[in-house]
């Protein structure tokens, strides 16, 4: 447990190789760092839901360590609190102070840190390179699956077919199109809040951020966005790589006998492999 600003205590779950595994790799401290937080429309979701489509398959691939975030969830809680709690658990982790993380057998490489999420979890993680860009916090790599980055009532007009999203048009007959928009309207019931760089990071700052990769999936409501941010990165300057599975669904990577999934996995591990390679 990490206490945050406001007094409470959000759990932290830490996940690295034993020092028997360490050993066997012949692998060396300080281990770089993976900082996830969850999907779950800020609504729901926990660490267990990542490891189910984003991380579980790293473990057997790399000798890093996991830190996974459970910030407190809406309605009970109101933004900004999933972000705040977040960065508050980032900013415990980068500190040399005394905490959690330096009671762990092992040492932490704090100048490899790479931020991960899958959904509204890679949204928090946008906002939070955002967030560390603007206090010359270096981040090693930002990895976004399927993510939500902007409120569907904030799209930029540019990328706008017609006055409607056209990923949130093509997905209304799936899971994906009624309930973001529900999940909007639990979130922002106010719709100009919306525009706030942190509920929807696509309309903030996009430069000087670290690496990206961003997962996009074709019968989603969040592609367009998807596509969106790794366009508007590119443009400043970012190193972006954007990956796009035509014809499956949001949660597409949780369904391990598809082909996509097995590329998304294949993808992610060629990826981490190259941004834990020595210069």
């Not at 809680?77 to 508050?88: A, G, L, T």
């Not at 074709?218 to 400043?236: C, F, P, V």
């Not at 949780?254 to 998304?264: G, H, N, Y």
């Amino acid at each position: 447990m990490i206490k945050v600003r406001d007094g409470a205590e959000i759990r932290v779950r830490i996940s690295h190789p034993t020092s028997a595994r360490l050993q066997e790799k012949k692998a060396t401290s300080p281990l770089p760092v993976l900082f996830v937080t969850h999907g779950g429309g800020w609504l729901q979701g926990t660490h267990l839901s990542e490891e189910a489509w984003l991380y579980w398959h790293l473990y057997e691939h790399f000798e890093i360590v996991v830190v996974s975030v459970e910030y407190r969830l809406a309605p009970e809680h109101q933004f900004p609190v999933w972000i705040e709690d977040s960065w508050d658990v980032l900013e415990t982790l980068l500190s040399a102070g005394k905490s959690v993380f330096s009671d762990l057998d092992l040492e932490l490489d704090r100048k490899k840190v790479f931020l991960a999420g899958s959904s509204s979890g890679a949204g928090i993680s946008a906002v939070l390179s955002q967030m560390c860009r603007d206090k010359d916090i270096p981040i090693s790599g930002v990895i976004l699956n399927v993510p939500v980055l902007c409120d569907y009532r904030h799209f930029p007009a540019k990328d706008n077919a017609d006055g409607q999203i056209s990923s949130y048009r093509q997905a209304v007959e799936t899971f994906s199109s009624g309930a973001m928009a529900m999940v909007w309207n639990i979130i922002q019931p106010s719709e100009s809040s919306g525009s706030d760089p942190k509920v929807s990071p696509l309309l903030g700052d996009l430069s000087n951020l670290p690496r990206h990769i961003l997962f996009v999936a074709g019968q989603d409501a969040l592609r367009d966005e998807g596509i969106a941010y790794a366009t508007e990165l590119k443009g400043n300057g970012v190193e972006v790589e954007l990956e796009i599975f035509k014809g499956v669904p949001h949660n597409f990577a949780q369904i391990s006998e598809l082909k996509a999934t097995a590329r998304f996995q294949r993808i992610l591990q060629e990826n981490l492999a190259r941004w834990l390679s020595p210069l």
